[in-house]
């Protein structure tokens, strides 16, 4: 049989109202279930100006499915115009996750959970996994995932030389941010050589003042995967490409730090040799090596 995808629509409880694709191999998820007595379902989260088409890792998904997992690929109102024109703010989108992991429940009767993120979706998955009691959370993994959104991105600009640099953004953010009529105020703006050195788009970021300020100022706490990892209890996966441009490559050895540091005693690091951020040609070992640790936690 092979992986098939299921399109379905979910409501926040703010109102919020977003897609998410099921991926899904049935007759491998029978035969995990029969292996493990667990019926075990993942949800992953898109990274910057993505969606469950865009912005994610399109390999994962049917790669663990095929293994037995059943994928949930989560848009959430980080993706696209929400990042663009104002809604989008980081931490709001928890209620996303938080409407398909009941959805996985409820609806399709998985009983274990796994919780994936890449990029700014790992800082998501981060804080979610940090701040809501799911017990039959089985593990969160974590693709690229940054130090601190915020951080990060300002160890990038001065390494590329970004303009505007993160010092005149903030500056600049800030009195529309805490205006009284500050939403009125937003505007949309480009960093160039904000992920490379050239001015291509390709190595540049676009956002409202607003939703910089919330996912990437320099109060954006909940943007900082090193404040909220410590929070996580269950065990955490952080895959890492050794070539990353975008999220550099020491950063996973860090956070990891910091979950020993506050307790977890199951916390691993897989590097990837040669891996870029966006893992191309080395997508092979990425699932050998996720799809190992879940076998052996789920």
Not at 2 to 12: E, M, S
Not at 21 to 30: M, T
Request: aromatic letters at 8%; proline letters at 4%; glycine letters at 8%.
């Amino acid at each position: 049989m092979a992986v098939d995808h299921r399109l379905v629509t979910l409501t926040a409880i703010d109102g919020a109202t977003h897609d998410a694709l099921l991926v899904i191999d049935e007759r491998a998820a029978r035969a995990r279930e029969r292996a493990s007595g667990r019926r075990t379902a993942c949800f992953h989260v898109h990274g910057i100006m993505g969606n469950f088409l865009v912005g994610t890792l399109r390999f994962l998904a049917p790669a663990v499915a095929r293994a037995g997992f059943p994928v949930l690929v989560i848009e959430t109102r980080m993706g696209n115009v929400g990042q663009l024109f104002g809604p989008g703010i980081f931490d709001r989108a928890r209620r996303d996750i938080d409407v398909a992991v009941r959805w996985l429940r409820d609806e399709c009767g998985f009983t274990d959970l796994i919780a994936m993120g890449y990029s700014s979706g790992a800082t998501l998955a981060a804080r979610w996994a940090a701040t809501r009691h799911v017990p039959w959370l089985r593990g969160v993994a974590l693709l690229g995932a940054p130090w601190g959104l915020p951080e990060s991105l300002e160890e990038r600009a001065r390494r590329w030389g970004a303009e505007p640099d993160y010092e005149t953004l903030h500056a600049t953010a800030e009195p529309i941010v805490h205006s009284l009529n500050g939403a009125d105020d937003d505007r949309l703006f480009v960093i160039e050589r904000s992920r490379g050195p050239t001015r291509m788009p390709k190595d540049s970021e676009v956002y409202t003042y607003r939703t910089w300020w919330h996912s990437r100022g320099p109060e954006a706490d909940t943007a900082k995967t090193h404040l909220q990892i410590g929070g996580v209890w269950a065990p955490i996966l952080l895959l890492q490409g050794t070539a990353d441009t975008v999220v550099f490559p020491d950063e996973a050895s860090r956070l990891a730090e910091v979950a020993r540091a506050a307790g977890n005693r199951d916390v691993e690091v897989q590097m990837i040799d040669g891996a870029t951020h966006f893992f191309k040609d080395r997508e092979i070992i990425t699932r050998d090596h996720l799809v190992r640790w879940m076998r052996a936690r789920a």
